[in-house]
């Protein structure tokens, strides 16, 4: 474990602006908003979690697949390659980022765009100091303190960050500026210790779950439960597109300027057209249908597939639901 001050954290990330594309949240009318910035002091790292997950960076909402010129025969295909550090991503975000790579990267058929962005875009997160009443990441174990899926995690603690490199992309970084850290001492550690050991209580006094338990949701559950959550639903779709682990999309095809255009845009399971098949066959076709799936999705047959569960407790959806629909609701009944 490594030490930076402030102020070599101020030269680290001054270095990093002028050197590389650097992406940090910002605080805007009150918010906090991942965004390109061009200097240090741009970025707000006083927050509790951003309004929207850094996803888009790795998912963007909507992007071309190819374009092809019957013509000319000419086929493009962008790939999005972008080179970047993401800074002062929460850990439970992060986590969010490792849950796709086994579903988006799994062979025989990982999605290029996305491995092309996973492998370009340096992510470093950032400890929470005091979760808000919504977050529960430590139910799945995708932070407070660490994530899953970042290269480096930076913990604040008294006069600076405590600096574990956690992959070698991590580790290059942190060897380009070295004359910035230096090791740890034994009261950085200490107050690492300590800083573990209060959010440890303070986040496992709020919902403990049995994990075992929980993958069984589906065969447990009871529907009347479901059924009146159901009604309170308006289908919005805001849980999904907030959803730092929602990767769902649709494909659009159209003509544009002689070329054939493929588009992939992000999709939401909790919408009415979002299984219905083009001869009008739909598997999902009760909100109540649309309603379940969507919680033994997360956290039953992700893990069942994947060995880990589809939400990493960020409470965004707990937080913007418009009628209060809670999945920690879930969690404590059938967890
Ligand atoms: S945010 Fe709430 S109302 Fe909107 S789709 Fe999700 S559960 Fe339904
Ligand atoms: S389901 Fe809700 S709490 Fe879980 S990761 Fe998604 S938005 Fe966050």
Redesign the pocket.
């Known amino acids: 474990m490594l030490f930076l001050d402030e102020d070599g954290f101020k030269r680290l990330l001054e270095q990093l602006v002028s050197n590389i594309r650097v992406i940090a949240p910002v605080e805007t009318d009150g918010y906090f908003e991942f965004k390109t910035i061009k200097h240090g002091g741009e970025a707000s790292l006083d927050y509790s979690n951003t309004r929207l997950p850094p996803k888009r960076f790795f998912l963007p909402q909507r992007e071309v697949v190819f374009k092809h010129d019957p013509k000319t025969r000419a086929l493009h295909e962008p790939m999005g390659g972008l080179e970047a550090v993401l800074l002062g991503v929460r850990p439970c975000d992060a986590s969010a980022l490792n849950i796709f790579d086994s579903v988006l990267l799994k062979p025989p058929n990982p999605d290029p765009f996305y491995e092309s962005r996973r492998r370009s875009i340096t992510v470093v997160s950032l400890s929470c100091a005091k979760p808000r009443e919504e977050c529960f990441c430590n139910v799945f174990e995708a932070g407070p303190i660490r994530g899953s899926g970042e290269d480096i995690t930076l913990t604040r603690i008294t006069g600076g960050f405590l600096v574990e490199a956690r992959s070698r992309r991590g580790q290059s970084l942190v060897e380009v500026s070295a004359s910035l850290f230096e090791e740890a001492g034994p009261e950085h550690l200490e107050e690492y210790g300590e800083l573990t050991c209060r959010l440890t209580r303070e986040m496992n006094s709020r919902i403990e779950i049995s994990r075992e338990r929980l993958v069984r949701l589906e065969a447990t559950l009871d529907e009347g439960f479901f059924q009146q959550?159901a009604q309170?639903?308006?289908?919005?779709?805001?849980?999904?597109f907030t959803c730092p682990v929602c990767y769902c999309f649709d494909t659009e095809d159209y003509f544009e300027k002689n070329a054939y255009v493929r588009t992939k845009g992000w999709d939401?399971c909790?919408s009415t057209l979002f299984t219905r098949m083009a001869s009008g066959l739909d598997p999902r076709v009760s909100r109540v249908d649309r309603?379940c799936h969507?919680f033994c999705h997360k956290l039953s047959r992700i893990p069942m597939a994947f060995n880990s569960f589809g939400c990493v407790g960020c409470g965004r959806?707990v937080s913007?639901?418009?009628?209060?629909?809670d999945i920690r609701e879930v969690l404590k009944r059938w967890g």
């Open positions: 959550a309170r639903c308006v289908e919005c779709s805001l849980c999904s939401t909790a309603f969507r959806c913007l639901c418009p009628v209060g629909v």
